[in-house]
């Protein structure tokens, strides 16, 4: 079946733009996930939304940042007024539910120029 | 708090070879654990996952990791490495049926011809 897709794969914007990023989990999947990969380093958990409950943002790293899970299916990460230090691989997640493996889309790759 | 450590940058082997790729975890409760493989300019994709019963977890591609609970080790091995196993490796952990996975920095492997 369908896996985990993100859109775009590429996006090259100026400091200071706004840039959304899309997330399509699998379907019937409840959990949602965003994290960030920076050069080099490992995954930084962003946030998480489990069906209707109310996301965590605790890895949100400014209130530049913000998404919303629409329908308890697509997902969308809004990056506002992008600085530089932002560039990184934004990965999308999603699961059956707590405790289970997640499944990864291919990322975004977000450079700020 | 939960932690994983994977002490090793970079892993260099020969095809053919056995290839083990180090992972030590610090969770409180009982802990699951996983392993993820991203080839270059793709997500990260599940490979196993240890949650209870056999130490000893078989995954995808042959690889298999042994979970030991005294030394809070989830090391991943595979009998006879090949050139395609080339990748960086993250390990992860989560505490229970808690959503939030925490990984490893990653390893890069690279097995040479």
């Known amino acids: 079946g369908a896996g985990v897709s993100q859109s775009p794969s590429n996006k090259v914007t100026e400091k200071g733009k706004d840039v959304e990023l899309r997330c399509d989990p699998i379907s019937g999947h409840t959990a949602l996930y965003w994290y960030r990969q920076s050069l080099g380093q490992g995954l930084e958990f962003l946030i998480y939304?489990?069906?209707?409950?109310?996301?965590?943002k605790s890895g949100l790293p400014s209130d530049r940042f913000s998404a919303e899970r629409t329908g308890g299916s697509v997902s969308t990460l809004t990056i506002q007024r992008t600085q530089q230090e932002d560039s990184a691989v934004y990965l999308c997640?999603?699961?059956?539910?707590?405790?289970?493996?997640?499944?990864f889309g291919p990322g975004t790759r977000l450079t700020v120029t | 708090a939960q932690s994983v450590a994977q002490p090793e940058d970079q892993v260099n082997v020969a095809e053919g070879n056995p290839l083990t790729v180090k992972c030590t975890y610090s969770?409180?409760?009982?802990?699951?654990l996983f392993w993820y493989v991203q080839y270059p300019n793709r997500g990260l994709q599940f490979l196993l996952k240890y949650i209870t019963g056999d130490n000893l977890v078989k995954g995808s591609y042959g690889f298999e990791a042994e979970f030991n609970k005294s030394q809070t080790s989830f090391h991943l091995k595979k009998p006879s490495a090949l050139v395609s196993d080339s990748a960086l490796y993250f390990c992860?952990?989560?505490?229970?049926?808690?959503?939030?996975?925490?990984f490893g920095a990653g390893t890069t492997v690279t097995v040479r011809a």
């Open positions: 992860a952990v989560n505490k229970g049926n808690d959503y939030k996975l925490s």
């Open positions: 969770v409180s409760g009982n802990p699951y």
């Open positions: 997640a999603s699961s059956p539910g707590t405790g289970r493996e997640q499944y």
């Open positions: 939304f489990q069906g209707n409950s109310a996301p965590d």
